[in-house]
């Protein structure tokens, strides 16, 4: 009779557990990270009876994790792959909504620029059309500068991002090595029956950790886990942490990396390529800094153009104009691990030669070499880096001070910071040089048939390229100028104080042509200025500044719109691996209730059992009573 | 499959989220009136609006040239015409003055019109225009082209000739330099002058002169000479005789294609001078009308100068009408030429806004109708979270 009592307890203690588990399922049912937990029953040893063997009842066998390791590691997957997206695609359409944005883009001020000059060009002595030229140039040079300095801060705000994450990585890392040491202890101590809130815990930071940066994890026998990052490099061994530090970049202090050690000798970034930290480096190598290299290439396009122009026509004073643009030129930077102190020095020789690339030039054992810093790919170049013969490469040219020790490495960026310094260098609307810098006539009395083109200036330099110069033809075949007779051949130039014209046709003796400085009113320069609008400048003169410009937003538009795709595609790849995972692992409370139901019947039914034990035995001792009494 | 409620819950949320960014990204859009407001939405067309945008703005800038062109071109135009009436006005006193019966007092009196004159032709050729610019200064818009001197004007501007760009690739002059329209005129028919020797004692004039046939014309100088009043010989420059005959007044003396009309009795010795034409300023030709006519008529001979100063410059006067006309005529076809291409630019404007906001633009039909839909998605969806979230088995237990 001892049994029935002992079998229902069993029962009883089985199914209070039961209901305790299923009521812990309930309160934990919104619980990031909890797994369901699943009682297991078996039935205890049977005790035989003569020659049957008799059940002695239930006994809970464990207390497990409805648990997938492979779902719970594409979940992890997914997540790595859509914070890198999600956080990729804050900047992308920051940088989206900076290019894009029309009114008061780049582009428009460009136009403005350009129809500026135009007006000039309809009067040039006007001096409100100058200062309308000037305004519009001061305006367009401050378009750049803004719109790369909302793009150099976004830079700031990835460095704020990595050193936030970094912090969290390290925080988690060390949370997960010292859960792995209660772990062990735990399973130790509980017969190798694992402490499922503490798996749960662990599991709720390696999610968390993935979502930072993509890590991967193996399981060692005792029930620790070891993570790791990028290439494999060790984040938590067992209880040990490797703390992740935050470095400046070798090339430019203003960005930081994340390496593995102080030194910054161990420069993990380039590894890390999942998870927000992951989308921090992509945004800055693939997004940002491009972005900036194209605005720039753009600034120096239309720098050098109207710099060009400016100094080749003559402004209200009758000088040859100065630069308009300002900007500073290629940075060529030596990294900050370099054996010796050799410095680069990069100027631009040609800009249609241009790219918006940036350059990797390093001292091999087998010589210099150079290549693209962003993908790596070998660029030819010629020169050996001395001021004779220096590097030139894509309209680049390079000096190095001496010939660097092996292994050095310089940053070669030709355009990156050019945007955010475009200034404008006048400062007075006369300075513009609207006018053609020398203007040719015939004689008023000529009577031959002989025309004078337009003269060129060869050397704006010489002293004397600006004195009015009369030509004059003492015989149809002779002509003097600058005291010197020559003999005259059509068409042929004649040359004099760093400029040259040609004559044409049958001149008559008597006959005299000058060639002197443009007047006030001459407005072929802003014809000219005007005219390089639709110019080619970029790319060996293939593509117009506005062009370039047009070129910018639709690579930043279409940049952005993928990684929208890709970043909306990823989304719904991960809610497939969450509802797997939560197939899995999540609680439902309809399963609960049936469950709690079942065990409450379970329980029922054993304290039913438990009675009729009691039953049975007062009925027992009652007729035993009964029988001696 | 398991479908647990915190799951059910978290799908809701995000896909509520999504109905909402996209009803507030198409509010967007029907508010602005654009199709896309970021590039991303829609990168190709984006690039394509900004060339577009250029070469509108562009062509306003043109329409902008070319109604300043315009206004240039026009106040051009009036000072030609001006100079018009003055040249047909001094033309008229000129022949006024060639009747042969003014006294030397109605001379003076037609002299001092003639100055008047002179300084009306001076005052055009120094118009401004609108912005202070000397519109026949060439490039030196800021200089006064024209100062009377002694024996004519000088000039202070240059052969310059502005140009405005009033479309892609075309530009169109806006003015023509003071040299050209005042100073390089044509003397006598055009082709040659004749000119009476200044010690002429006869009262030989010279008549009209013309080219009789162009292949024969040499461009060399004659003289004709008299040998006695009846007798002439046309000599060329190394004094070989190239026509020889009887004169008889009013007679047309012909060589080297040239015709030339003689009237009066020239005296033995008396020559007269046969020149290619030259540029000659209409102020040099004005001023030598004035000096003629201040010296009177008191004899034959001063009679016979006065007449051979009138006649020639009637014929100056001519050429300067003519001249005139053709550079007005000029000026007219480059109006013209304005006139087209601002109706030209106002088409391809109108063009390239179409272009714009077929690419910009939004399509409000179809974006109100997506609106619509998308505005019953999320309440339906709504509605469906209520029901489902309703349904729970411990609703039933107990």
């Given at each position: 009779?001892?049994?029935?009592?002992?079998?229902?307890t069993?029962?009883?203690?089985?199914?209070?557990?039961?209901?305790?588990?299923?009521?812990?399922?309930?309160?934990?049912?919104?619980?990031?990270?909890?797994?369901?937990?699943i009682?297991?029953?078996?039935?205890?040893?049977?005790?035989?009876?003569?020659q049957?063997?008799?059940?002695?009842?239930?006994?809970?066998?464990?207390?497990?994790?409805?648990?997938?390791?492979?779902?719970?590691?594409?979940?992890?997957?997914?997540?790595?792959?859509?914070?890198?997206?999600?956080?990729?695609?804050?900047?992308?359409?920051?940088?989206?909504?900076?290019?894009?944005?029309?009114?008061?883009?780049?582009?428009t001020?460009?136009?403005?620029?350009?129809?500026?000059?135009?007006?000039?060009?309809?009067?040039?002595?006007?001096?409100?059309?100058?200062?309308a030229?000037?305004?519009?140039?001061?305006?367009?040079?401050?378009?750049?500068?803004?719109?790369?300095?909302?793009?150099?801060?976004?830079?700031?705000?990835?460095?704020?991002?990595?050193?936030?994450?970094?912090?969290?990585?390290?925080?988690?890392?060390?949370?997960?090595?010292?859960?792995?040491q209660?772990?062990?202890?735990?399973?130790?101590?509980?017969?190798?029956q694992?402490?499922?809130?503490?798996?749960?815990?662990?599991?709720?930071?390696?999610?968390?950790?993935?979502?930072?940066?993509?890590?991967?994890?193996?399981?060692?026998?005792?029930?620790?886990?070891?993570?790791?990052?990028?290439?494999?490099?060790?984040?938590?061994?067992?209880?040990?942490?490797?703390?992740?530090t935050?470095?400046?970049?070798?090339?430019?202090a203003?960005?930081?990396?994340?390496?593995?050690?102080?030194?910054?000798?161990?420069?993990?970034?380039?590894?890390?390529?999942?998870?927000d930290?992951?989308?921090l480096?992509?945004?800055?190598?693939?997004?940002?800094?491009?972005?900036?290299?194209?605005?720039?290439?753009?600034?120096?396009?239309?720098?050098?153009?109207?710099?060009?122009?400016?100094?080749?026509g003559?402004?209200?004073?009758?000088?040859?104009?100065?630069?308009?643009?300002?900007?500073?030129?290629?940075?060529?930077?030596?990294?900050?691990?370099?054996?010796?102190?050799?410095?680069?020095?990069?100027?631009?020789?040609?800009?249609?030669?241009?790219?918006?690339?940036?350059?990797?030039?390093?001292?091999?054992?087998?010589?210099?070499?150079?290549?693209?810093?962003?993908?790596?790919?070998?660029?030819?170049?010629?020169?050996?880096?001395?001021?004779?013969?220096?590097?030139?490469?894509?309209?680049?040219?390079?000096?190095?001070?001496?010939?660097?020790?092996?292994?050095?490495?310089?940053?070669?960026?030709?355009?990156?910071?050019?945007?955010?310094?475009?200034?404008?260098?006048?400062?007075?609307?006369?300075?513009?040089?609207?006018?053609?810098?020398?203007?040719?006539?015939?004689?008023?009395?000529?009577?031959?048939?002989?025309?004078?083109?337009?003269?060129?200036?060869?050397?704006?330099?010489?002293?004397?390229?600006?004195?009015?110069?009369?030509?004059?033809?003492?015989?149809?075949?002779?002509?003097?100028?600058?005291?010197?007779?020559?003999?005259?051949?059509?068409?042929?130039?004649?040359?004099?104080?760093?400029?040259?014209?040609?004559?044409t046709?049958?001149?008559?003796?008597?006959d005299?042509?000058?060639?002197?400085?443009?007047?006030?009113?001459?407005?072929?320069?802003?014809?000219?200025?005007?005219?390089?609008?639709?110019?080619?400048?970029?790319?060996?003169?293939?593509?117009?500044?506005?062009?370039?410009?047009?070129?910018?937003?639709?690579?930043?538009?279409?940049?952005?719109?993928?990684?929208?795709?890709?970043?909306?595609?990823?989304?719904?790849?991960?809610?497939?691996?969450?509802?797997?995972?939560?197939?899995?692992?999540?609680?439902?409370?309809?399963?609960?209730?049936?469950?709690?139901?079942?065990?409450?019947?379970?329980?029922?039914?054993?304290?039913?059992?438990?009675?009729?034990?009691?039953?049975?035995?007062?009925?027992?001792?009652?007729?035993?009573?009964?029988?001696?009494? | 499959?398991?479908?647990?409620?915190?799951?059910?819950?978290?799908?809701?949320?995000?896909?509520?989220?999504q109905?909402?960014s996209?009803?507030?990204?198409?509010?967007?859009?029907?508010?602005?009136?654009?199709?896309?407001?970021?590039?991303?939405?829609?990168?190709?067309?984006?690039?394509?609006?900004?060339?577009?945008?250029?070469?509108?703005?562009?062509s306003?800038?043109?329409?902008?040239?070319?109604?300043?062109?315009?206004?240039?071109?026009?106040?051009?135009?009036?000072?030609?015409?001006?100079?018009?009436?003055?040249?047909?006005?001094?033309?008229?006193?000129?022949?006024?003055?060639?009747?042969?019966?003014e006294?030397?007092?109605?001379?003076?009196?037609?002299?001092?019109?003639?100055?008047?004159?002179?300084?009306?032709?001076?005052?055009?050729?120094?118009?401004?225009?609108?912005?202070?610019?000397?519109?026949?200064?060439?490039?030196?818009?800021?200089?006064?082209?024209?100062?009377?001197?002694?024996?004519?004007?000088?000039?202070?501007?240059?052969?310059?000739?502005?140009?405005?760009?009033?479309?892609?690739?075309?530009?169109?002059?806006?003015?023509?330099?003071?040299?050209?329209?005042?100073?390089?005129?044509?003397?006598?028919n055009?082709?040659?002058?004749?000119?009476?020797?200044?010690?002429?004692?006869?009262?030989?004039?010279v008549?009209?002169?013309?080219?009789?046939?162009?292949?024969?014309?040499?461009?060399?100088?004659?003289?004709?000479?008299?040998?006695?009043?009846?007798?002439?010989?046309?000599?060329?420059?190394?004094?070989?005789?190239?026509?020889?005959?009887?004169?008889?007044?009013?007679?047309?003396?012909?060589?080297?294609?040239?015709?030339?009309?003689?009237?009066?009795?020239?005296?033995?010795?008396?020559?007269?001078?046969?020149?290619?034409?030259?540029?000659?300023?209409?102020?040099?030709?004005?001023?030598?009308?004035?000096?003629?006519?201040?010296?009177?008529?008191?004899?034959?001979?001063?009679?016979?100068?006065?007449?051979?100063?009138?006649?020639?410059?009637?014929?100056?006067?001519?050429?300067?009408?003519?001249?005139?006309?053709?550079?007005?005529?000029?000026?007219?076809?480059?109006?013209?030429?304005?006139?087209?291409?601002?109706s030209?630019?106002?088409?391809?404007?109108?063009?390239?806004?179409?272009?714009?906001?077929?690419?910009?633009?939004?399509?409000?039909?179809?974006?109100?109708?997506?609106?619509?839909?998308?505005?019953?998605?999320?309440?339906?969806?709504?509605?469906?979270?209520?029901l489902?979230?309703?349904?729970?088995?411990?609703?039933?237990?107990?």
């Amino acid at each position: 009779m001892s049994d029935l009592f002992s079998i229902s307890t069993t029962a009883l203690q089985a199914f209070e557990a039961a209901i305790n588990v299923t009521s812990n399922n309930i309160a934990n049912a919104n619980t990031p990270g909890y797994a369901r937990e699943i009682v297991d029953l078996s039935a205890t040893a049977p005790q035989t009876i003569g020659q049957a063997a008799v059940g002695t009842g239930v006994a809970i066998s464990g207390i497990n994790r409805a648990y997938s390791q492979s779902a719970e590691n594409q979940l992890n997957t997914s997540q790595s792959t859509l914070s890198q997206l999600t956080s990729l695609q804050t900047f992308t359409s920051q940088i989206d909504n900076i290019v894009g944005t029309t009114a008061g883009g780049v582009t428009t001020a460009l136009q403005n620029y350009y129809n500026a000059w135009s007006t000039v060009a309809a009067d040039p002595t006007s001096t409100p059309s100058r200062q309308a030229l000037l305004s519009s140039a001061q305006a367009l040079a401050q378009t750049f500068q803004t719109t790369s300095s909302q793009l150099q801060g976004l830079n700031s705000q990835i460095n704020a991002g990595i050193a936030a994450d970094v912090q969290q990585i390290n925080s988690d890392a060390t949370s997960i090595a010292s859960l792995n040491q209660q772990i062990v202890i735990g399973t130790a101590q509980a017969n190798g029956q694992p402490p499922n809130a503490l798996l749960d815990q662990r599991d709720a930071l390696i999610s968390n950790l993935s979502q930072l940066a993509g890590v991967s994890t193996t399981t060692d026998s005792n029930g620790a886990v070891n993570v790791f990052i990028g290439n494999g490099q060790p984040l938590v061994l067992q209880g040990n942490v490797t703390q992740l530090t935050t470095v400046p970049n070798q090339f430019n202090a203003s960005q930081l990396e994340v390496s593995t050690s102080t030194n910054g000798n161990n420069a993990i970034s380039s590894s890390i390529t999942s998870g927000d930290l992951g989308g921090l480096f992509a945004a800055r190598t693939q997004a940002i800094d491009p972005t900036l290299n194209q605005l720039g290439q753009l600034a120096v396009g239309l720098a050098q153009s109207a710099n060009t122009q400016q100094n080749s026509g003559l402004n209200l004073s009758g000088q040859f104009g100065a630069n308009l643009f300002s900007l500073a030129g290629p940075s060529a930077t030596a990294s900050s691990n370099n054996a010796d102190n050799t410095t680069a020095t990069a100027t631009i020789t040609n800009v249609g030669a241009l790219t918006s690339n940036d350059y990797l030039l390093s001292q091999t054992t087998a010589g210099l070499s150079l290549t693209n810093a962003a993908t790596g790919a070998a660029v030819s170049f010629t020169g050996s880096g001395t001021a004779a013969n220096p590097i030139v490469a894509d309209g680049v040219s390079i000096v190095l001070s001496q010939t660097p020790a092996t292994g050095d490495q310089f940053l070669i960026q030709p355009t990156a910071s050019a945007a955010g310094s475009l200034n404008v260098a006048l400062e007075d609307p006369s300075q513009f040089a609207a006018a053609g810098a020398l203007q040719t006539a015939a004689g008023a009395n000529n009577s031959g048939s002989a025309t004078i083109g337009a003269a060129t200036v060869l050397d704006a330099a010489n002293a004397n390229v600006l004195a009015p110069t009369t030509i004059s033809f003492t015989s149809p075949t002779s002509y003097t100028v600058g005291g010197t007779t020559y003999a005259y051949t059509s068409g042929a130039n004649i040359s004099l104080n760093g400029w040259q014209v040609a004559i044409t046709g049958t001149p008559a003796a008597g006959d005299s042509f000058t060639v002197q400085p443009g007047a006030s009113g001459n407005n072929l320069n802003a014809l000219a200025a005007a005219a390089q609008q639709t110019q080619g400048v970029l790319s060996n003169g293939t593509i117009s500044i506005n062009g370039g410009a047009g070129d910018l937003v639709t690579s930043v538009g279409s940049q952005a719109q993928q990684v929208n795709t890709s970043q909306t595609a990823q989304t719904a790849l991960n809610t497939q691996a969450q509802q797997t995972v939560q197939s899995i692992s999540g609680v439902d409370l309809n399963e609960e209730a049936a469950n709690l139901l079942q065990w409450q019947q379970a329980y029922q039914a054993s304290a039913q059992a438990f009675a009729i034990g009691n039953t049975t035995f007062t009925t027992f001792m009652d007729s035993i009573n009964g029988t001696y009494t | 499959m398991r479908v647990t409620q915190s799951l059910e819950q978290s799908q809701f949320i995000a896909a509520i989220d999504q109905l909402q960014s996209t009803i507030s990204q198409n509010e967007n859009e029907v508010s602005s009136g654009l199709a896309f407001t970021a590039p991303s939405q829609d990168p190709t067309a984006a690039g394509e609006v900004i060339n577009l945008d250029q070469a509108l703005s562009q062509s306003q800038q043109y329409t902008s040239n070319a109604n300043s062109a315009q206004t240039s071109l026009q106040t051009e135009n009036t000072a030609l015409t001006q100079l018009q009436n003055q040249l047909q006005s001094l033309s008229s006193l000129a022949l006024e003055a060639n009747s042969g019966t003014e006294s030397s007092q109605n001379l003076s009196a037609i002299a001092a019109q003639i100055t008047q004159i002179q300084s009306s032709l001076l005052g055009l050729a120094n118009t401004q225009d609108g912005n202070g610019n000397y519109i026949f200064a060439g490039y030196a818009t800021q200089t006064q082209p024209f100062a009377l001197t002694a024996s004519g004007a000088s000039y202070a501007g240059d052969q310059g000739q502005p140009q405005i760009q009033v479309a892609a690739g075309q530009t169109i002059a806006i003015g023509d330099n003071g040299s050209a329209v005042f100073n390089e005129i044509k003397t006598g028919n055009g082709t040659f002058t004749v000119t009476a020797a200044g010690g002429n004692t006869g009262t030989g004039v010279v008549g009209a002169s013309t080219v009789a046939d162009p292949s024969a014309v040499t461009g060399t100088d004659y003289t004709i000479k008299f040998s006695n009043p009846t007798t002439y010989q046309v000599l060329d420059p190394n004094n070989a005789v190239v026509a020889a005959g009887t004169y008889t007044s009013g007679q047309t003396i012909a060589f080297g294609g040239l015709q030339v009309t003689l009237s009066g009795a020239p005296a033995a010795g008396d020559t007269f001078a046969v020149a290619p034409s030259t540029n000659q300023s209409i102020f040099t030709t004005v001023q030598n009308l004035v000096t003629a006519l201040q010296a009177g008529t008191g004899t034959p001979a001063l009679q016979t100068q006065l007449s051979n100063a009138v006649n020639a410059a009637l014929g100056n006067i001519d050429q300067a009408i003519t001249h005139t006309s053709t550079v007005e005529a000029s000026v007219g076809g480059r109006l013209n030429a304005v006139t087209t291409q601002l109706s030209v630019a106002s088409s391809q404007q109108t063009q390239l806004q179409k272009s714009v906001s077929s690419l910009q633009g939004l399509d409000y039909a179809s974006a109100i109708t997506t609106l619509d839909s998308e505005n019953t998605q999320l309440s339906a969806a709504m509605q469906a979270y209520t029901l489902t979230q309703g349904l729970s088995l411990f609703k039933y237990i107990g």
